[in-house]
């Protein structure tokens, strides 16, 4: 089973870009999009064929995930248990029942890109306190899950090619980090996180940093300023991040960045992976 992620910054835009001509090469079994900023009406159309599930944000033309399938999904929920704001078009878990009637957890994530010390910021920390509080209650529920997408924080300094510029910046920040430090820690030990605060871990495994190893990146995002793409000076800020028994499974993990800059259709490169189920 192939699963795919991307943020298409627009999911109009990006299929006037060459993104179903992209879908049609990659053919996906599962197809999870962040940054949609469209209606309902508009990404059916889009996606004619598909099974399609989509949470629009509130305000239109911003945020916006979907889950699109090849089967149909046996329940969904959007719900990410934060009622202190507006958290629409940022969390949507999809179910589908394999053939061997075990049930696979999908979620379409888009955590905000936030801005150090605003209530931007504010806003962020709130929803990735959320995802602590969520992942254990959707892993208790199957074995096979995977939360994926544009999760706006690199989790370690190999995740950012300038990680030293922007230790002070959302997206680098030690407090944001040390989330994803307790959702990937080993599973109820207790996890010291970049900033100081413990944890108990989570057991969630980077399907990206499990399969690349101790490299730079793969990065999947790149600043629309200067020469960023051309020179790789990127940001891996989209994720997989599976159960063990769903990441035991992985047979192909792949950053797939368009070959020059001219022939992208999103500031952000799909993330592949194939599952053996």
Known sequence: MRIVSVNVNGIRAASGKGMLEWLDEAKPDILCLQEVRAQ???????????????????????????????????????????????????????????????????????????????????????????????????RATTDLAVVMGDLNVGHTERDIRNWKGNRRNAGFLPEERSHLDRILGPEGKIVTGVDGVRGKGQGWVDVGRAQSGDVDGPYTWWSQRGRAFDTDTGWRIDYQLATPALAATVTHYEVAKASAWDTRWSDHAPVVVDYAL
């Open 40 to 138: 309902d009406e508009d990404v059916l159309r889009i996606l004619e064929g598909w099974h399609v599930l989509h949470d629009a944000a509130t305000a239109k033309g911003r945020a916006g995930v979907a889950v699109a399938s090849r089967m149909p999904s046996i329940g969904h929920r959007t719900d990410i248990g934060l009622k202190t704001f507006d958290t629409k078009g940022r969390w949507l878990e999809a179910d589908f029942q394999l053939a061997d009637e075990r049930i696979l957890t999908v979620i379409s994530a888009y955590v905000h890109s936030g801005e150090a010390g605003t209530p931007k910021q504010e806003d962020k920390m709130r929803f990735l306190g959320s995802m602590l509080k969520r992942l254990p209650q959707v």
